[in-house]
C-alpha cells in the first residue's frame, strides 16, 4: 500500500529539522514508569528474606559482643545490595531494548521520501502516512484521505468508526467525536482507507495526554513457568522454616545455648532458603526475550519465550514470509495468448499486452509501495516508456478500495483531453469476472488460464476496464460496465534460507503448515522449492467452507498446504489445530489476522508489512518477515527453557550439601561447621552462577533434533530432580568424611571447618561445570565460549585465598591455615564428587540424556 501522492506535493520535514524538533520537545510519548530507581531496587532489597536474616545474624552477634563478626555481616548488606543492583541494571537494559524495539512503528515523509520510523520519533509538522490497520502515533490534521474510517472508542466511547475527510487548510484540532471531521488523535485506530495528515500536536499535548491516559506500565503475566518456580520457592520455604525450627529447639535442648541455637537456625534458613529461583526466572526471560530480538524478532509478551520450545505446528503465510516479498512480472495473458519475460532490458513487449500493461499500471498507485505494484510499474517503465500507454498527465478522480466482499480495487482517471472516465480495475481473477460479469463458459475458460500460471508457482491478478460519463460516481464497482482485459503472473522468488530452516524443523519435531491466498498450483510449486511435506496434498478455503469442524479435525493432521485461504479461515484452523493437541504457532500481518494470532499459542506478527492490529495481537513480532527468524527464535526458546532447567537443577544440587553440614552438626552435637558469614560468601558465588553463568551457555548440540518439549512437564521432573539430589547428596557424603577425617584426628575445628569449607567451594564450582552440559562431559566443554564462567571462578579462587591467608579474614571465617596438600585434597573432593556424573555422560556418548527428554 502505498499513500498514492507524489512525495513531492508534500515533501515534509527534512531530518535536520526533525531532530532539532525531537530535540526541544522531546519524544513522542506519554508519562510511563521506565526502570526503578536505586532507591526502588534498594526498598525490595531490605524487604527481601535474606536481607532480614542477615541483619537478625548481625543483631545477635552484637548480643553475643563478637562486634567484628557482627560488622561484617552488616557489611555483607552493601554486598548483597551491589550485586541486586547490577542484575537488576542488566534485566533493565535487555527491557528497554525492547520497550525502544516496541514503540509504534510510523510511516512519514521525511526529504521527499517515505520513511518508516519508532513512534516516538515523530514530531510536531511530520507528514504522517496511515493505512488500514494503522495505530495513529500522534493528533494531526488530514490533508489527503481515502475512504478513512477510524476507531475513536479509546477517547469518546463511540463503539462505531467514525468517517474522515482532509481539510489542508485547518490550523488547530479540534475534539473527537462525529464524522466528517479532519482530525485523527493518537492512540486511535484506522480501520478503513489510508490518509495523509500533517502531524499537530505529539506526547502529552495531544488529546490522550490531555486527558491524562498515560501509560501505565505493563503487568507480566504469571507463566506456567512462574506458577512453577512460586511452587518450588513456597515447598524449599516451608522445608528451610521447618528445618530452622527443629534445629532451634535441638541446640537448645542439647547444649542449652538458646541464643546460638537461634543463630545456628537462621544460619540453616539462610543455606535453605530459594531466593535464587526468582531471580533465574526474571533474568533468563528478561534477557532471552531481548537475545530473541537480536535474530529479528521481537518479543511482547514473555510467556511466549518458554512457550517456543514446546510448538510443534509453524503455521506460515507464503508471501514475505517464506518468500522474498519482491515480485517480478514473469508472464502475461491477453487476447487468448500467452508471453513470458524473461530479461526485462532484452525485449520487447508485443503490441497485443500493450493494453494489459497499461491498465495494469492505471489500477496501481503512482508511487507504488506494494511489492507487486512495483513490478506492475517496473515493466511499464521498461516497455511502455516510448508509447502512448502510459498516462503522467491523467488526473485520479476517486478510487473503490479492496473489501472483504470484492477483491478487487478500481480507479477512476480523467484524461485532459478526453470526455469520458477511464476505470481501471485490478484484482484476484474471480473477482475480475465478477466484475465483467462472465458467464459459465468464460469462466471455466479463464480458471484454466489461471491454473496454467498458478503451476507456474505465479502469483496470478485480472485486470479489467469501463468508461462512464462524467456524472455523479456510483457507490461501487458493480455499477460500472467492465471489459476483461487480462491476467498478470508475478513471481516471488524464495528466500535462500527457507529449506534448510524448513528441514532443521523437520528434525526438531516441528511441522510446517502454509496457509496462502493464491491458488493451490503456486502453493504446490513453492512447498517443492522449499522442501515442504506436502502431506494429503492441499486444502483451499472453498473446502474449509464445505467441511465440518469434526471433518477438519480429522483431515488437518495430513495437510500442510491451505491455498485461497482469506484470513477469518486463519482462526478455524488453528481451534482446529488445538483441539487435536498442537502447540501451534501462526503467522499473520492484516487486521483479520488478529483473531487467529491471539487464538494461537504464539502469535506472530509481521513486523515489516504488518499492521498494528496484528502487532498487538501477537506475541512476538517478525522485524524482517523472514521465516528462518522464527526458527531462529524457537531455537533460542529452546536453549532458554533448558538453560533455566540446567541453573535449577544446580541451585537444588548446591544447596543440598550446604543444608545438610548446617543440620547434621547440630543433630550430631559437632562443633558448627557453617555460619552465616560462610552461607554469604556460598551466595556471592551461587547467585552470578545461576543467573549470569547460565544464560550465557549456548544450546546443547542436539537442542533441534529433540522433540518439542511438553508443556504440561515440570520444569523440575522427577529426573532431573533425582540427578540434582543424587549430585548434592553425594558432596555431602564427600564432605562429611572430609569434616570427620580431619577434626577426629585432632587437627582442630579451625582446621576442619576451613579444610570441608574449601573442598565445598570446589565442589561448588564442580557442579557449575557439570552442569553446564547433561550431555557432554566438563573437558568437552571447555572450548564452548562463556566469559562469565571465567569471571566466577576466578573471582572464587582470588576471595578464597584472601580468606584462607588474609590474618584477618581467616579470623573472621574462624578457619585454621591450609597447606598445599590440604588445598590438593580439597580439589580432590570436588572432583571425586561429580565423577559418577561425568562417567554416565561419557557412557552415554553422544545420545540424548535420560533426564533431558
Not at 543424587?726 to 587437627?747: A, D, R, Y
Amino acid at each position: 500500500m502505498s499513500s498514492g501522492l507524489d512525495p513531492k506535493i508534500f515533501p515534509g520535514l527534512s531530518e535536520e529539522e526533525a531532530a532539532q524538533r525531537l530535540l526541544r520537545d522531546g519524544y513522542n510519548e506519554l508519562p510511563s514508569s521506565r526502570g526503578r530507581s536505586v532507591w526502588a531496587v534498594t526498598g525490595d532489597v531490605v524487604r527481601e528474606p535474606m536481607f532480614l536474616l542477615l541483619v537478625t545474624c548481625g543483631t545477635l552477634y552484637l548480643f553475643l559482643g563478637d562486634v567484628h563478626e557482627a560488622l561484617m555481616l552488616l557489611g555483607f548488606v552493601f554486598v548483597v545490595m551491589g550485586i541486586t543492583l547490577y542484575q537488576e541494571r542488566k534485566t533493565e537494559r535487555a527491557l528497554e531494548a525492547l520497550r525502544d524495539l516496541s514503540s509504534p512503528r510510523a510511516l512519514v515523509i521525511r526529504d521527499g521520501r517515505e520513511r518508516r520510523i519508532a513512534g516516538r520519533e515523530v514530531v510536531r509538522g511530520d507528514i504522517l502516512v496511515a493505512k488500514e490497520g494503522d495505530r495513529i502515533p500522534a493528533d494531526a490534521v488530514l490533508l489527503s484521505c481515502l475512504s478513512l474510517c477510524v476507531d475513536e472508542s479509546l477517547l469518546t466511547g463511540e463503539s462505531a468508526p467514525v468517517r474522515k475527510s482532509a481539510d489542508p487548510c485547518a490550523s488547530g484540532m479540534g475534539r473527537p467525536g462525529g464524522d466528517d471531521l479532519p482530525f485523527i488523535y493518537s492512540g486511535t485506530l484506522a480501520v478503513q482507507g489510508q490518509c495523509i495528515a500533517r502531524v499537530l500536536a505529539t506526547g502529552i499535548h495531544t488529546e490522550i495526554g490531555k486527558i491524562g491516559r498515560a501509560l501505565q506500565d505493563v503487568a507480566p503475566e504469571e507463566s506456567l513457568l512462574q506458577k512453577e518456580t512460586g511452587r518450588l520457592v513456597r515447598y524449599f520455604s516451608l522445608l528451610g522454616l521447618s528445618l530452622c525450627a527443629v534445629v532451634i529447639v535441638v541446640y537448645g535442648l542439647t547444649r542449652g545455648d538458646w541464643l546460638h541455637g537461634l543463630l545456628a537456625g537462621i544460619t540453616l534458613a539462610m543455606a535453605t532458603l530459594p531466593e535464587e529461583f526468582p531471580v533465574v526466572l526474571t533474568v533468563f526471560l528478561a534477557i532471552g526475550a531481548w537475545r530473541i530480538s537480536q535474530k529479528r524478532v521481537l518479543t511482547r509478551r514473555i510467556p511466549a519465550v518458554e512457550a517456543l520450545g514446546s510448538a510443534t505446528v509453524l503455521c506460515v503465510d507464503k508471501t514475505g514470509t517464506l518468500t522474498e516479498n519482491r515480485m517480478t512480472v514473469r508472464k502475461l495473458f491477453a487476447r487468448n495468448s500467452f508471453f513470458t519475460l524473461g530479461n526485462f532490458d532484452q525485449q520487447i513487449l508485443p503490441e497485443p499486452f500493450h493494453e494489459l500493461a497499461e491498465f495494469s499500471i492505471l489500477a496501481s498507485q503512482i508511487d507504488p509501495f506494494d511489492p507487486m505494484e512495483k513490478a506492475i510499474k517496473l515493466l511499464g517503465d521498461l516497455h511502455l516508456a516510448e508509447t502512448e500507454h502510459l498516462h503522467s498527465d491523467w488526473a485520479l478522480v476517486h478510487e473503490y478500495p479492496l473489501s472483504r466482499e470484492l477483491l478487487s480495487l478500481s480507479r477512476v482517471w480523467k484524461s485532459p483531453h478526453g470526455g469520458d472516465y477511464v476505470i481501471a480495475a485490478k484484482g484476484s481473477p474471480e473477482a475480475i469476472a465478477d466484475l465483467c460479469h462472465l458467464n459459465g463458459g468464460e469462466t471455466e475458460e479463464l480458471d484454466r488460464h489461471v491454473r496454467c500460471l498458478a503451476d507456474d508457482g505465479l502469483r496470478v491478478l485480472g485486470v479489467a476496464k469501463a468508461v462512464f460519463e462524467p456524472s455523479d460516481l456510483p457507490d461501487g464497482q458493480h455499477d460500472f460496465v467492465f471489459e476483461f482485459v487480462g491476467l498478470i503472473g508475478l513471481s516471488d522468488p524464495v528466500r535462500a534460507s527457507v529449506p534448510e530452516s524448513i528441514r532443521e524443523c523437520r528434525t526438531a519435531g516441528v511441522r510446517v503448515v502454509m496457509i496462502t491466498g493464491d491458488y493451490p498450483g503456486t502453493a504446490r510449486h513453492i512447498a517443492r522449492q522449499i522442501g515442504l511435506a506436502p502431506g494429503e496434498d492441499c486444502l483451499t478455503g472453498p473446502d474449509l467452507d464445505a467441511m465440518s469442524d469434526e471433518e477438519l479435525q480429522r483431515r488437518i493432521s495430513a495437510v500442510n498446504i491451505f491455498a485461497r485461504v482469506v484470513p477469518e479461515q486463519k482462526l478455524r484452523l488453528v481451534e482446529a489445530l488445538k483441539a487435536k493437541g498442537e502447540i501451534v504457532a501462526m503467522t499473520g500481518d492484516g487486521v483479520n489476522d488478529a483473531p487467529a494470532l491471539k487464538s494461537a499459542h504464539i502469535g506472530i506478527a509481521m513486523g515489516g508489512r504488518g499492521t498494528d492490529v496484528a502487532r498487538e495481537s501477537a506475541s512476538l513480532v517478525l522485524l524482517d518477515d523472514d521465516f528462518s527468524s522464527i526458527v531462529q527464535a524457537l531455537r533460542l526458546g529452546r536453549r532458554i527453557f533448558y538453560n533455566i532447567r540446567k541453573a535449577v537443577a544446580y541451585i537444588v544440587a548446591i544447596h543440598v550439601p550446604i543444608a545438610g553440614l548446617s543440620l547434621i552438626p547440630v543433630l550430631c552435637n559437632w562443633p558448627l561447621i557453617l555460619m552465616p558469614v560462610h552461607i554469604l560468601f556460598l551466595e556471592l558465588i551461587i547467585d552470578p552462577a545461576c543467573s549470569i553463568v547460565f544464560e550465557n551457555e549456548r544450546e546443547e548440540a542436539d537442542v533441534m533434533t529433540r522433540p518439542p518439549r511438553n508443556p504440561a512437564e515440570p520444569l523440575l521432573n522427577a529426573k532431573t530432580l533425582a540427578v540434582s539430589l543424587m549430585q548434592g547428596i553425594s558432596v555431602l557424603l564427600l564432605l562429611v568424611v572430609v569434616f570427620l577425617f580431619s577434626f577426629h584426628e585432632g587437627l582442630g575445628e579451625g582446621y576442619a571447618r576451613a579444610l570441608t569449607f574449601t573442598a565445598l567451594i570446589a565442589a561448588n564450582l564442580c557442579l557449575i561445570l557439570t552442569n553446564r552440559s547433561w550431555s557432554r562431559t566438563i573437558p568437552a566443554t571447555l572450548n564452548a565460549p562463556n566469559p562469565a564462567l571465567w569471571w566466577v571462578i576466578g573471582g572464587t579462587l582470588l576471595f578464597m585465598g584472601l580468606v584462607l591467608y588474609a590474618p584477618a579474614l581467616r579470623h573472621l571465617f574462624k578457619f585454621d591455615r591450609l597447606h598445599a596438600p590440604d588445598l590438593w585434597l580439597c580439589l580432590a573432593t570436588g572432583v571425586v564428587s561429580i565423577l559418577w556424573f561425568e562417567g554416565l555422560k561419557f557412557l552415554r556418548g553422544l545420545q540424548k540424556p535420560f533426564f533431558m527428554r
